[in-house]
């Protein structure tokens, strides 16, 4: 699984986390100001505020299922 750092838009407090695979993570707690971000889009929370955004075939499986 791979890893990532989020930094979160309301304390600028950055944490690592691991990237789910087979699902999207919407929503993380920050360890900082201890509020849960969701994701803005219809993405996850990586693509967000992530280093790094999640895998490319599953946000194109994703985004076929939401809509």
Not at 39 to 45: G, R
Request: proline share 3%; with cysteine; glycine share 8%.
């Amino acid at each position: 699984m791979a890893e990532g750092i989020i930094t979160c838009p309301k304390c600028g407090h950055k944490q690592g986390a691991e990237i789910p695979e087979a699902v999207c993570q919407f929503s993380y707690l920050c360890f900082g100001c201890k509020e849960t971000i969701l994701s803005e889009t219809k993405c996850c929370v990586f693509c967000d505020y992530g280093d790094r955004s999640c895998h490319t075939e599953k946000k194109e499986t994703e985004v076929t299922i939401v809509e």
